[in-house]
């Protein structure tokens, strides 16, 4: 139909124009009445996606910052240590070649145990993902004297008890928790 449409348009650009208001036969070839649609060569469409929650972008954002000052951090201490074992070496008067096998070899210890530390940090961070809801609370709470409308307490209160359901989600990048 759209094929069908757009050579319409291409053969009858003076109709088009004559319209009042004029219209545009740009506006009617494939790749304008195609514009903004999804195709597939497969012909299947995948799933569709909601966008995320600004705060769920901002948590991406923050923890991606962690993980990019953490990689900082550790080549600072690799750089770090290497040159102190380096300077080192050179005060204790070690010939130049002894100083940069001691300075490698510090150097790398350090970029293991950095690694080892990085692993780690993310391996809890996507455990933490995976425990961001908590199962709903109930909370118990016994009615006041001034509950009743007559200021007085209610008829039969002392067995019964109100119950509030919440459910609570945890942020934990930033240690705050939401109510839903």
Do not use: C
């Not at 009042?20 to 195709?39: E, I, K, Q, R």
């Not at 002894?98 to 145990?113: G, Y």
């Not at 459910?167 to 928790?177: F, I, M, N, Q």
């Amino acid at each position: 139909m759209l094929r069908s449409v757009s050579q319409w348009a291409q053969k009858n650009v003076e109709s088009l124009r004559s319209q009042s208001p004029p219209l545009d036969p740009n506006a009617y070839s494939m790749v304008a009445l195609l514009a903004g649609t999804m195709t597939s060569p497969e012909r299947n469409f995948g799933a569709y996606q909601q966008p995320q929650d600004p705060e769920e972008i901002a948590a991406v954002k923050i923890a991606e910052r962690k993980s990019i000052t953490a990689i900082f951090n550790g080549l600072l201490s690799i750089f770090g240590v290497g040159f102190a074992v380096w300077w080192a070496a050179d005060k204790l008067g070690w010939k130049n070649e002894w100083r940069v096998l001691l300075a490698l070899f510090a150097a790398i210890v350090v970029a293991i145990a950095e690694a080892a530390l990085y692993l780690i940090w993310q391996s809890r961070l996507e455990r933490s993902k995976s425990k961001r809801t908590k199962p709903r609370h109930q909370i118990r709470r016994r009615p006041k004297k001034d509950d009743h409308p007559t200021g007085g307490p209610e008829p039969s209160s002392n067995n019964q008890h109100r119950t509030i359901s919440t459910s609570v989600e945890e942020v934990t990048d930033a240690g705050l928790r939401r109510r839903q």
